[in-house]
């Protein structure tokens, strides 16, 4: 790396044009502010009072099927709705609104009560990465439909109200903003090279191997150049494809012990089950031609310097740009060394 990497600079977000500070020499600082509560881990391999485990009912009254693998089912308390009407506001082109609609699906990785990825076993999360295939098949059939957010939330640090594995899928009518500035940046880069912009960048990065962390025969996980959170990591597919339809059942395989083995190694840092949110980018459904996207998937870990100590982004982050301490080289080596064998196995 350059010399300069070692002192304050910026760096740039390939994906969105935006900049990050990046400040090694805090990395040393004495910490004395917020220490976050472990979340005890013991919990049952059923909980009689959970709203996701098999037989039990849920907040509205409907009883959950004795599921053996992975369940999905429309959230009771969707923040979009399918049956919204149009509608838009406009007051001297400056308060402006309109009315989204959307359908939000709730997707119980295991009947396990007590597991989370990394202690899955790989059918099981395998059966995951196809539920996730036939989600996004049956959901982009949907015309009005124009994106599709697959996600998972992961911790009660990250908002997570139920201790139970699962994820989520927001399907509306809209791009969301993310998605917005990744076009732009895909489409951009297509335009003037024909290739796509993740394609080059996973090249640059199997030379160097400064930040690889997983590299099998379909996947990459990395931590990004341009990381904003502490172990940030990005999982991007070798061959270029726009969505999760595209992968053979061989690719996911490979997603599969890529999600294991990261998410392992994320445990393995702090001893600890390792909270994150982490959700799929791809291309927009039913807008026509999005050859320049490239399938990817974020994970934002919000913890710095223990099991109890994460990351804020608040004050020079919430009104300039992201900022970080520890370097996203620093952040790969720590995530490399780790064991690929979950702590409670050892």
Not at 5 to 32: A, F
Not at 45 to 64: F, H, I, M, V, W
Not at 315 to 329: S, V
Request: include cysteine; aromatic fraction near 10%; charged fraction near 25%.
């Amino acid at each position: 790396m350059l010399s300069f990497l070692d002192q304050p600079h910026t760096r740039i977000n390939l994906l969105t044009g935006e900049k990050i500070l990046v400040s090694p020499h805090r990395s040393k600082r004495p910490w004395q502010g917020q220490v976050e509560d472990l979340p005890a881990d013991n919990r049952p391999e059923y909980d009689p009072k959970c709203y996701l485990c098999p037989g039990n009912s849920r907040a509205d009254g409907t009883q959950n099927p004795d599921y053996k693998e992975s369940f999905v089912f429309v959230n009771d308390f969707s923040a979009l709705l399918a049956e919204s009407s149009d509608g838009t506001y406009n007051e001297g082109d400056l308060l402006k609104a309109e009315t989204e609609r959307g359908i939000c699906k709730v997707i119980s990785f295991t009947p396990r009560h007590d597991l989370t990825l990394p202690e899955m076993d790989l059918p099981a999360i395998k059966a995951v990465v196809d539920l996730w295939q036939q989600e996004f098949q049956e959901l982009s059939n949907k015309e009005w439909i124009k994106y599709i957010q697959i996600f998972e939330n992961k911790g009660a640090i990250m908002g997570c109200s139920n201790p139970h594995p699962h994820g989520q899928i927001w399907a509306q009518s809209s791009l969301p903003v993310e998605i917005e500035k990744e076009a732009l940046q895909f489409s951009n880069y297509y335009k003037a090279n024909a290739k796509s912009l993740l394609s080059a960048y996973v090249e640059i990065e199997l030379v160097k191997q400064e930040r690889i962390i997983v590299d099998n025969a379909h996947f990459v996980a990395l931590v990004p150049f341009w990381a904003s959170w502490p172990y940030e990591t990005l999982v991007i597919s070798k061959r270029h494809v726009t969505n999760i339809l595209s992968f053979t059942e061989e690719e996911k395989e490979d997603l599969a012990k890529t999600l294991q083995e990261l998410t392992i190694r994320y445990d393995n840092i702090f001893q600890t089950s390792f909270p994150y949110s982490a959700g799929m980018h791809q291309a927009p459904v039913n807008s026509g031609d999005q050859q320049e996207w490239h399938w990817h998937m974020h994970f934002y870990p919000p913890l710095l310097r223990s099991a109890s100590v994460k990351k804020f982004m608040v004050g020079y982050e919430m009104l300039a740009n992201p900022q970080r301490d520890i370097t996203p080289e620093f952040a790969a080596d720590v995530l490399r060394k780790q064991s690929t064998t979950h702590y409670k196995r050892k």
